[in-house]
């Protein structure tokens, strides 16, 4: 199967499933805890073979394209974190249904800039037999693809290191992370910072622990959730 074809497959399973959960009513908290465990494993599945196997090879064969490669990783590290939290996030939580629009929002976003604006360009640099050869290596990788979003990639400065899970030299605990409330008249951007992530449908910012946050090494700088605390897998 052509490799863009199988990426659109994928695509149209999450949709549909997008569209069940929408569907759901708002106490339908078995069936939406059922579609959510289906999502998660599409969707980790789904960027575990794009980054494995397509985006290096769509990279080589279209180096003008880097920087979406690169977005694209940073938004699917946005996506696997939040599938992390819904994986055990109680479907009768009020935080529940927020935390699933945000990321259908998210997909649903990157699916469209792949699929407009990426995909065509691709497709020409590539060529049929070349988008076959790759369908057939995605089919393959999906056997032995993860299924939960856990464990996140070790962090890399290595262009040519693009694919998630890979092993890690150490590991995750739980830190807890905080950050005070911010003023009133702050929005995405706080005192002038601006956020580099979204995690739980909070904005998030760089900025210094707080007394008694445990240090992670490798780590000069940490996220913390507006207006509470949570404790949050962190790699070290």
Wanted: glycine share 6%; net charge neutral; charged share 30%.
């Amino acid at each position: 199967m052509d490799g863009i074809v199988l990426l659109k497959d994928d695509h149209k399973t999450v949709e549909k499933l997008f569209k069940q959960f929408e569907k759901a009513g708002d106490t339908a908290h078995t069936e939406k805890r059922k579609i959510a465990d289906q999502v998660i494993q599409e969707l980790t599945t789904h960027t575990w073979i794009e980054e494995k196997v397509f985006y290096p090879a769509a990279r080589e064969a279209a180096p003008d394209t880097k920087d979406h490669v690169l977005e694209s990783i940073e938004e699917h590290h946005v996506v696997l974190w939040m599938l992390s939290e819904l994986k055990n996030l109680d479907p009768a939580d009020e935080r529940f249904d927020a935390k699933m629009t945000v990321l259908i929002e998210n997909v649903r976003h990157h699916v469209e800039e792949e699929e407009k604006e990426w995909f065509p360009e691709v497709r020409k640099a590539m060529g049929r037999n070349r988008l076959t050869e790759l369908g057939e290596q995605m089919e393959e990788a999906k056997k032995k693809a993860p299924m939960t979003p856990w464990p996140y990639p070790a962090p890399t400065n290595s262009p040519s290191a693009l694919a998630p899970h890979r092993p890690r030299q150490h590991g995750t605990r739980p830190v807890m992370l905080c950050f005070p409330k911010p003023p009133a008249r702050a929005s995405r951007g706080w005192g002038g910072g601006s956020c580099h992530a979204v995690a739980g449908g909070s904005c998030w910012r760089r900025g210094r622990p707080s007394p008694g946050v445990p240090s992670v090494p490798g780590l000069n700088e940490v996220g913390y959730l507006d207006r509470h605390c949570e404790f949050l897998p962190i790699r070290w």
